[in-house]
């Protein structure tokens, strides 16, 4: 059984930062890829970025140059730095883990991410 426990959102201002955490209760190459999704109200969930198990990365087009995805192996978590935030941001963030083998995805439970204007 896999476990992912998300942490870090909140009420930040525009303009403000925030990092999102996403503990792993297993190792971080027990996954191809590792990611974070975010839903707003009334839209579907959609991917803001993702980190392969050799460490490359993309983003959506909306947070490029201002989210930054990244991995602590040791530690079994995956970061989420999200800076120059606006109200667009807001949103529930899931953090979501891949095994493309054997097909199975993992979520966590999300964590409520809110930006003020």
């Known amino acids: 059984q896999v476990q992912l426990v998300e942490s870090g959102g909140g009420l930040v201002e525009a303009g403000g930062s925030l990092r999102l955490s996403c503990a792993a209760s297993?190792?971080?190459?027990?996954?191809?890829?590792m990611g974070w999704y975010r839903q707003a109200p009334g839209k579907q969930r959609e991917l803001v970025a993702a980190?392969?198990?050799?460490?490359?990365?993309n983003y959506a087009d909306s947070v490029m140059g201002r989210f930054t995805i990244s991995r602590d192996n040791a530690k079994n978590t995956v970061y989420l730095q999200m800076n120059s935030l606006s109200p667009e941001d807001t949103g529930v963030y899931y953090c979501?883990?891949?095994?493309?083998?054997?097909?199975?995805?993992?979520w966590g439970q999300g964590t409520q991410v809110t930006v003020s204007s």
């Open positions: 980190i392969t198990s050799g460490g490359s990365t």
């Open positions: 979501h883990a891949e095994m493309t083998l054997l097909r199975r995805n993992y």
């Open positions: 297993r190792t971080l190459f027990s996954f191809n890829s």
